[in-house]
Nanobody, 124 residues
């Protein structure tokens, strides 16, 4: 069993920044890719970013490319999502996810554990 606990969400003004963290339980965190998804109000869940098991490769949705950065610290069993230049359309519940394998994963079925989510609201 793996538990994922997100933190760092909140209310921020447009143009602001937030850093999300996801702490994972278990000794196998470093073996798997990780990802961040989000679900805006009334919309489908979508992939935001993914990172390989060793942090050597990353993937970003076009909507966040150049503004968001995914990273991980395997010694701390933690994955991060640095979000800069936030826009109102970034408002969503953000979920941390553990991949089934080591490489970049872009589809929901490629992830087998999900966190409970953290709310990010971008509004003036």
């Amino acid at each position: 069993q793996v538990q994922l606990v997100e933190s760092g969400g909140g209310l921020v003004q447009p143009g602001g920044s937030l850093r999300l963290s996801c702490a994972a339980s278990g000794r196998t965190f470093s073996r798997y890719a990780m990802g961040w998804f989000r679900q805006p109000p009334g919309k489908e869940r979508e992939l935001v970013a993914s990172i390989t098991w060793n942090g050597g490769n990353t993937y970003y949705a076009d909507s966040v490319k150049g503004r968001f950065t995914i990273s991980r610290d395997n010694a701390k069993n933690t994955v991060y999502l640095q979000m800069n230049s936030l826009k109102p359309e970034d408002t969503a519940v953000y979920y941390c996810n553990k991949g089934r394998g080591r490489i970049i994963a872009t589809m929901q079925y490629e992830y087998d554990y999900w966190g409970q989510g953290t709310q990010v609201t971008v509004s003036s």
